[in-house]
């Protein structure tokens, strides 16, 4: 696995929040609401799926968007996106 | 004369509706989830269904997940909020008013350390939006109140008990089962976060139920699988179920306000006919009550005897009596509601339908009295009660 | 649910009715249970000569009291007192499980007859 980046303060354009649905819906949310974006801004998604872990940095290499990194809360995870591609 | 009575157990499924399903049952029965012409036209019919749905309630397609039942709807709803939100508070409130499957569901919650609390009925079944203020602590984190009781037809104060519910942060689930369908039910106007439905309730088949689910509102699964429901119910889709509660949605929608008025004239019929027996005792709120719901005890006398006379003259109806139930222990929101055990257990519960007509309610006056009358000749109590010991726990002897 | 012979005694119970003149009465259950018994019996010369039953209850309940009303008749005292539930649920065709209990409460209002007759009779 991948090292991953965290980070903190990060102000997303918009948020999603598929915290307890099953994977692998951070995929399929993922795709759908970066369909949605405009080039620059930033998606936050949230879930409490730790595959995402892996997967959405993954994700973000194959279709050329930037991964900025993943903040933590007590029960779920913040990823941060940029559309880029 | 047939006369179904018993709308409250399931109701009759209408043909349009088995038309609507029957495709999905033959050449359309590809998997939603597939992504040839087979599945995507199979995907397409479940989320029309979704629609459908959606609009009986006036919700978002999106804030519809589709269930087997009204009792998974009910399960999915207790323990998915439980926890979900347990890191927030471990206390939830329930009503006695509800279902089997919302107490027991609290039962398990408090095996897994959850505090419950159970509010009361008054007389006729209606719970106190007060009570469940007062009922409030910190660690609460859900409310539950049913819309309507199927055993007595009370509509429940719940517009007021979720804007409790809001002021104060907890989510708010009503199983509205006996309702939807039969009376108008709109999510936005209620306030409830989550409110659960069943299809075969409104003329759609068995096997099909749904949970709204407020936008935002987080959930944890009931069943862990797939991306089925957007990931909140795994499982593949039961497809003609889903199209015919769709289907049935749609026309549940569009002939509500006409449906409703005709049932409650014959419930009305119906309930003076019954009332003019003598010792019989009209159960539930005389007005805040389902259209085509009429429920009674009738003294020195047994439910399950009741049914069954009835039913050998072609009648139908339902009873919240001990006997009446496999575990033998008479209703407990009859019970709850004040009434006493020995005459809970001569309770009889009529639902009406769009389905019945003027002379079957004739046919049922006519033939009612004479049960009553012909049990009560077998009745050591036809003179009266005497002296009741109440309380005590009856066991069985083995 | 029920068997033929259950739904037969309970929509055409037999022996239906109060005795004024029984020799004993019997009585078992509570209406708060869901179910009470009255069982009446004459006695003749040791042998029951009549049987009659009031009941409150389920279709099983009023079934086993009309099946227990007929099978006494005719029976000296011991005989009657030695019918069990059992005979009384397999005369009947069977009983669901859930619903024995009535079966129970038939032999047990018979005995109690049985016993007030003998207390009032001074015999044993």
Not at chain 2, 276 to 288: D, R, S
Not at chain 3, 97 to 113: E, F, T, V, W
């Amino acid at each position: 696995m991948k090292k991953v980046k965290f980070v903190e303060h990060i102000r997303p354009d918009v948020t999603t929040d598929i915290v307890y649905m099953m994977c692998p819906m951070h995929l399929l949310k993922l795709d759908e609401m970066m369909g949605k974006l405009q080039k620059g801004q930033i998606l936050e998604l949230l879930t409490d799926y730790d595959g995402a872990l892996e997967d959405i940095p993954e994700w973000c290499e194959k279709t050329g968007n930037e991964f900025i990194g993943v903040d933590e809360t007590d029960d779920y995870f913040k990823f941060y996106i940029r559309k880029t591609a | 004369m047939q006369c179904y009575f018993d709308h409250v157990a399931t109701t009759p499924l209408r043909p349009e509706v088995l038309e609507a399903m029957m495709p999905y049952f033959k050449e359309e029965f590809g998997n939603p989830l597939s992504i040839y012409p087979l599945g995507t036209n199979a995907r397409e019919a479940v989320e029309r269904a979704r629609e459908q749905v959606a609009g009986l309630v006036n919700a978002k397609s999106t804030e519809i997940i589709f269930t087997s039942s009204g009792a998974e709807a009910n399960n999915f709803a207790l323990r998915g909020i439980a926890f979900a939100r347990q890191h927030e508070g471990r206390h939830i409130i329930v009503s006695r008013m509800e279902h089997h499957s919302i107490l027991n569901s609290a039962r398990f919650l408090e095996k897994m350390g959850f505090t419950a609390t159970y509010l009361p009925p008054d007389r006729h079944g209606l719970i106190d939006p007060e009570a469940v203020r007062k009922a409030i602590t910190d660690e609460t984190i859900l409310i539950s109140v049913i819309h309507a009781s199927p055993e007595v037809g009370t509509i429940e104060p719940v517009r007021e008990i979720a804007a409790i519910a809001r002021e104060r942060n907890i989510t708010f689930h009503t199983d509205a089962v006996a309702s939807v369908g039969n009376i108008p039910v709109d999510v936005k106007e209620l306030g409830a976060d989550l409110l659960s439905m069943s299809a075969h309730q409104f003329n759609g088949p068995k096997g099909a139920g749904a949970l709204y689910l407020r936008e935002g509102q987080r959930i944890i699964p009931l069943i862990f699988g797939g991306i089925q429901e957007g990931g909140r119910r795994a499982g593949t889709e039961n497809v003609p179920a889903i199209v015919g509660m769709g289907r049935a949605a749609e026309i549940a929608k569009a002939e509500l306000p006409h449906r409703v008025d005709g049932i409650r004239r014959l419930r009305d019929r119906l309930i003076e006919g019954i009332m003019k027996m003598e010792a019989v005792h009209f159960t539930g709120h005389p007005e805040q009550r389902l259209p085509g719901h009429a429920s009674f005890c009738v003294e020195y006398i047994e439910g399950e005897g009741m049914l069954l006379m009835l039913a050998a003259k072609g009648i139908y109806v339902a009873s919240g009596s001990a006997c009446t139930s496999k575990a033998l222990k008479s209703s407990p929101v009859l019970l709850s509601m004040g009434i006493p055990t020995h005459v809970a257990h001569g309770s009889v519960v009529f639902t009406l339908g769009a389905d019945n007509t003027e002379e079957q309610i004739d046919y049922a006056l006519e033939e009612f009295p004479q049960v009553i009358k012909r049990l009560r000749e077998l009745s050591p109590f036809s003179k009266g009660w005497g002296d009741i010991e109440e309380g005590g726990t009856c066991i069985p002897k083995k | 649910m029920y068997s033929k012979e259950v739904m037969d005694h309970f929509m055409n119970p037999r022996n239906v009715g109060e005795m004024p003149d029984a020799d004993g009465v019997g009585t078992e259950g509570n209406p708060v249970c869901g179910d009470m018994m009255k069982l009446f019996i004459k006695v003749k010369d040791n042998r029951i000569e009549d049987a009659k039953f009031q009941t409150f209850g389920c279709g099983a309940a009023i079934a086993v009291s009309s099946m227990i009303t007929e099978m006494v008749k005719g029976k000296t005292l011991d005989e009657a007192m030695s019918i069990s539930k059992e005979q009384v649920a397999s005369a009947l065709g069977g009983l669901p499980p859930q619903k024995m209990h009535c079966s129970n409460l038939g032999a047990d209002a018979l005995r109690k007859a049985i016993e007030d007759y003998r207390q009032k009779h001074g015999s044993q």
